[in-house]
């Protein structure tokens, strides 16, 4: 089992370009969220999936969109970048939902320049 | 809404010196409250989690113990290595929602 992957592990973008990034898990997790990680801040939830077919908002979703396309795979876009952006991006599964151990990805560095 | 706050760092301590890391949370209902540890250029990775009030985690002679009644969830080791030198993050988890304390850097010296 690989677990949860993520790629790219690093980027960097210009502002106003636009990028994907990817996350899949094989640990049948019916729940998947995407976090960024800022010095001092600790985890900040951007988005998260609840089940398959569901997104919902977490702490800080502007300039962020997610698809959950299928029960695999959970992507984070950005559809123009911002310097504000520049973060280390982790994706995290849940098997049950709601309460319980997640299990993290090696997460994405992301430079917006 | 929910958080978390832990003790600011950096900590450094020597080896087999005695290690706490304050935790207190603010949440409604009953949330699962966790230790993470996140080693260098890695993701989170759980260390220990406590489920109901008066519950001890305990992993790799790290412990804590849901306090209710003071809203803690303090974690401690009796004797540290270098091995353990990361950042411990204390969590908990509310209705789908993760919450994060900011993080504290842990550095053990030989």
């Known amino acids: 089992n690989a677990g949860v992957t993520q790629t790219p592990k690093f980027q960097v973008l210009k502002t106003g370009q636009s990028m994907t990034l990817q996350c899949a898990q094989d640990?049948?997790?019916?729940?998947m969220y995407w976090y960024r990680q800022d010095p001092g801040m600790g985890l900040r939830l951007i988005y998260y999936?609840?089940?398959?077919?569901?997104?919902d908002k977490g702490e800080v979703p502007n300039g962020y969109n997610v698809s959950r396309l299928n029960k695999r795979e959970f992507s984070l876009r950005l559809e123009s970048a911002a310097p504000s952006q520049t973060s280390v991006y982790f994706c995290a599964g849940e098997r049950y939902g709601g309460n319980n151990e997640q299990f993290f990805g090696p997460g994405t560095r992301l430079t917006v320049l | 809404g929910d958080s978390v706050t832990q003790m600011e760092g950096p900590v450094t301590l020597s080896e087999e010196a005695f290690l706490t890391i304050n935790c207190t949370y603010t949440?409604?209902?009953?949330?699962?409250l966790f230790w993470y540890v996140q080693y260098p250029g890695e993701g989170l990775q759980l260390l220990l989690k406590?489920?109901?009030?008066?519950d001890k985690g305990s992993n790799k002679g790290f412990e804590a113990t849901y306090r209710k009644e003071t809203t803690s969830f303090h974690l401690e080791k009796g004797s540290v290595q270098v091995s353990d030198s990361a950042v411990y993050f204390c969590a908990l988890t509310n209705d789908y929602k993760l919450s994060f304390g900011a993080g504290t850097t842990v550095t053990v010296r030989a």
């Open positions: 406590a489920t109901k009030a008066d």
């Open positions: 640990m049948n997790h019916n729940s």
């Open positions: 949440a409604t209902g009953y949330p699962s």
């Open positions: 999936s609840a089940s398959e077919g569901t997104t």
